[in-house]
């Protein structure tokens, strides 16, 4: 891993003096954050500039304020910058934190998926003294869109056409309403419970869409249903945030629970139904998947035989 000095002419390099500062960029590690800093850090150290104000640029999920799947870059990796850096400009996670006055994650300016409306996010304003101090003022005062979550639980009802005029009113008092001047909201309707009816939702939810849609004039209404038949009152317990995988989980663990052939093996089970379908919405070879539920199988059966 080497820097070379950014060159206007052919549009490259890895670091470039503004002012006082030397600001340097790097790659997108992934996975391979923690293996990657030591390099890194290295390289810096090469191409530091006497009396500079050394910021660097790492796109990263940190230990601690990650929300995705892949393995984070740990605190203490991180840390092994601190001996080439001045400041830290985070990226990559959709939230705002900072670590010791030194790392910096502003949080995306705006919302790139409605799981994330809670979240702080923002910009900042740094000033840096003579002896390289740092101040930072996060900013949000900025206008952002507004989103919402709406729930609405079908459990007893007996007809469509009930659910669809409650859940409108339930829009009527609690939705939020474009306003003029202002970023049209975003709205997420969340169909959940146990569906005592045996026709199809499908009508249902497109009137709901479209007649909330008039209503509050959002820029997208989303529709979510999360119902469940009656006969099977699986995952109820499960919180309103709780993201598809876990759900998805969840509910094919209380299913193999119902099956006396299988439910002393609720994980091992699990793992064979969740990995046999992501391979076969890759559309990996039937002879393939077939091994690999076997395999499974002959797990869990020496699982159950220790135990």
């Known amino acids: 891993m080497s820097y070379e000095k950014w060159e206007e002419d052919s549009k490259r390099g ?3 003096d503004i002012g006082r500062a030397r600001i340097f960029g790097s790659n997108w590690y992934g996975a391979s954050a923690n293996w990657a800093i030591p390099m890194l850090t290295a390289a810096i150290k090469e191409n530091r500039r006497e009396g500079a104000f050394h910021i660097l640029m790492l796109h990263t999920d940190v230990e601690g304020h990650q929300t995705h799947p892949i393995p984070a870059l740990s605190i203490t990796a991180l ?9 830290v400009g985070l990226g990559h996670t959709h939230m705002y ?3 010791d006055n030194w790392a910096f994650n502003p949080g995306s300016l705006e919302v790139t998926s409605i799981d994330e409306f809670r979240e702080t996010r923002g910009a900042f304003i740094v000033e840096v003294d003579e002896n390289n101090q740092v101040s930072a003022t996060h900013l949000r005062d900025y206008r952002q869109r507004p989103f919402q ?3 609405f639980d079908v459990s007893g009802y007996a007809d469509t056409k009930d659910i669809v005029q409650d859940a409108l009113k339930k829009v009527i008092n609690e939705a939020r309403v474009a306003e003029e001047d202002k970023p049209r909201p975003i709205i997420e309707i969340k169909l959940q419970g146990h569906l005592g009816i045996k026709a199809s939702l499908t009508e249902a939810l497109k009137e709901i869409r479209e007649e909330a849609e008039k209503l ?7 529709i979510k249903n999360f119902t469940v038949p009656v006969e099977y009152a699986i995952a109820a ?4 945030d709780a993201t ?8 094919i663990e209380d299913l193999i629970i119902r099956d006396n052939r299988y439910k002393t093996r609720v994980n091992e089970i699990s793992d064979a139904v969740i990995g046999a379908k992501r391979f076969a919405l890759s559309e990996e070879d039937p002879e393939k998947i077939a091994e690999f539920i076997a395999l499974k199988l002959v797990e869990s059966r020496e699982s159950e035989i220790e135990v």
């Open 97 to 99: 934190y900072e670590i």
């Open 14 to 16: 890895g670091h470039i």
């Open 79 to 87: 840390k092994e910058l601190k001996s080439v850096t001045d400041y």
């Open 149 to 151: 979550r709406l729930s």
């Open 216 to 222: 509050t004039d959002a820029l997208h209404i989303r």
């Open 244 to 251: 598809r995988e876990k759900l998805e989980r969840r509910v």
């Open 237 to 240: 317990d499960m919180p309103e």
